[in-house]
């Protein structure tokens, strides 16, 4: 909690604001939206494919779980995700699988590239871990992924998984279980833990794990604060679909990725803010770069 306090503070806030424009975080943010869109819709088609084993309808499923992400994303870009899943998904054919494979792979790999360059940033640390870790940290980013899925299921599903799992266990569906607080304090924890990981692979340094850090807890808070004024902007002050027109909940959505992009490298710039005023402090550095060769600003 004291770690939390330092980074709420002024002169923490200024200091990571101004890490983050130096370190070109709205640039990267930018790069990580574009790519994240590019790896979204193949995502959601092998997504698909895997739920296909055992549901008869996957497409469906998807469908309702992106209509039931109002409450994270805005309104235009979840209709896209649910004319997607009700329209595209049933139609794939099985080709298409293989290249959706592909284009993960590739797109997620250079979404993954923009959060490590904001890492090594942040720390101050160069670069020099050879391309096939890289691409392992990119996988299990992907992986990450999956799990932030499964976290947003969990919340929009929760009341059935709740009285569900008491019919498991026999009790009778008056009791007073609060389904609604369990399933949004899984989601939470399940979107920290993921942050946690991530902020914990990206840089090229010796860090230790932990399960939440002070970054991770405010960017899940910022994540859920910011989707729900992004879906207020756009719903009473934004007219996307007057100026772009059919293309408007692309931008919407495009727009959604940045703004969660931008707080998640935030997180990222929190905690190295924080592993520097500890070293301050303690009058001794504490992050190390990975391998023989030193650091240096990048």
Not at 30 to 35: E, G, N, R
Not at 200 to 222: H, K
Not at 281 to 289: A, H, T
Request: proline letters at 5%.
């Amino acid at each position: 909690m004291a770690d939390l306090r330092s980074v709420l503070g002024l002169g923490a806030l200024r200091r990571v604001g101004r890490k983050a424009l130096e370190d070109d975080c709205l640039g990267l943010a930018a790069q990580l939206a574009y790519f994240a869109l590019l790896s979204l819709f193949p995502f959601l088609m092998l997504l698909a494919a895997l739920a296909g084993l055992v549901v008869d309808d996957p497409g469906r499923v998807l469908g309702t779980l992106a209509g039931r992400m109002g409450a994270f994303l805005p309104g235009d870009a979840v209709g896209i995700l649910t004319d997607y899943a009700e329209r595209t998904l049933r139609g794939r054919p099985t080709g298409a699988l293989l290249f959706a494979t592909l284009l993960l792979l590739g797109s997620g790999s250079a979404a993954s590239q923009a959060v490590v360059k904001a890492a090594d940033r942040a720390y101050g640390v160069r670069e020099t871990r050879p391309f096939w870790r890289l691409w392992g940290i990119s996988v299990v980013m992907i992986l990450g992924l999956a799990l932030l899925v499964g976290a947003l299921a969990v919340a929009a599903f929760g009341p059935e998984a709740g009285r569900y799992a008491q019919k498991l266990a026999g009790l009778p569906e008056s009791s007073p279980i609060p389904w609604a607080a369990i399933r949004w304090a899984v989601a939470f924890l399940a979107v920290t833990l993921a942050l946690a990981v991530l902020y914990y692979l990206a840089p090229n340094a010796d860090l230790p794990f932990e399960w939440i850090t002070p970054g991770g807890f405010a960017a899940t808070v910022l994540m859920l604060v910011s989707s729900a004024g992004l879906s207020l902007y756009v719903s009473n002050v934004g007219r996307y679909d007057q100026v772009y027109g059919q293309l408007g909940a692309v931008v919407v959505l495009m727009l959604w990725l940045y703004v969660t992009g931008l707080v998640v490298l935030l997180g990222a710039e929190a905690n190295a803010v924080l592993a520097r005023v500890a070293e301050e402090r303690k009058g001794e550095k504490l992050v190390r770069p990975q391998g023989p060769e030193g650091g240096a600003d990048v």
